[in-house]
């Protein structure tokens, strides 16, 4: 198992519309949890960062941690063509410095 | 600077060439990082430094990749003849303070290597 999954294909969503982005992990011990935006041929972007249980928003973004369900997700609000990108999830262990990352989903956002 | 800077940004190399990649942190950043990302996957972790000091090179997959940061600033990322499974963007980043204490990891653009 992987210590993070990001299982969805890519999502197509028309403009204006909400994305919604999950993310599992196997690590119980993990604290730091991170949404990176990647364009094509680009490198990733921090967006989001979330350490406590609940959600966090930060404009048309919401990242929402469940850690009793191992869970991590992104909302895009009013979605826009310029979200169209690969959206990674990132996940760091207490004491552990290093980032482990799933391999991203497509999002396309349709005009 | 005002990013992590990355050098070359293009690199093809023929099988069995060394190569050397090189980045430079944010300044100040104590922590660097190196990740190796394939075509459609998410970055994999190679090694980190904090400061000078590499204090985690599990993910080089063989003992043909070396890292160094003598100085803790600049660093350089080195693989020693190249096989085609290198072929991958090399990313760097570097953050403020240990992830693991809220630090924010910022990337480069990368250096594409191709080996031919």
């Known amino acids: 198992q992987k210590e993070v999954e990001q299982n969805s294909g890519p999502l197509s969503v028309p403009e204006g519309a909400i994305a919604s982005l999950n993310c599992t992990y196997s690590?119980?011990?993990?604290?730091?949890f991170f949404w990176y935006r990647q364009y094509s041929g680009k490198s990733p972007e921090l967006i989001m960062f979330?350490?406590?249980?609940g959600d966090k928003e930060d404009g048309r973004f919401t990242a929402q941690l469940n850690k009793a369900s191992q869970y991590v997700s992104l909302l895009i609000r009013d979605s826009q063509p310029s979200d169209s990108a690969t959206y990674l999830c990132?996940?760091?262990?207490?004491?552990?410095?290093?980032?482990?990352f799933g391999k991203g989903n497509q999002v396309v956002v349709i005009p | 600077g005002a990013g992590v800077s990355q050098s070359p940004r293009y690199k093809v190399a023929k099988r069995g060439q060394d190569v050397a990649l090189r980045c430079d942190p944010i300044?100040?950043?104590?922590?660097l990082f190196w990740y190796q990302q394939a075509l459609g996957q998410g970055p994999e972790f190679l090694t980190y430094?904090?400061?000078?000091?590499?204090?985690?090179k599990s993910g080089l997959p063989s003992d043909r990749f070396f890292a160094e940061r003598p100085e803790g600033s600049v660093s350089t990322l080195k693989i020693q003849r190249t096989q085609q499974e290198d072929s991958a963007v090399y990313l760097c980043?570097?953050?403020?303070?240990?992830?693991?204490?809220?630090?924010?990891?910022?990337f480069g653009q990368g250096t594409r290597l191709t080996v031919v």
């Open positions: 980043a570097s953050s403020l303070a240990p992830i693991y204490s809220g630090g924010r990891a910022f």
């Open positions: 690590d119980r011990g993990s604290q730091s």
């Open positions: 979330i350490y406590s249980n």
């Open positions: 990132a996940v760091s262990s207490y004491g552990n410095n290093r980032l482990a």
């Open positions: 300044s100040g950043h104590v922590s």
């Open positions: 430094f904090q400061n000078e000091a590499q204090l985690d």
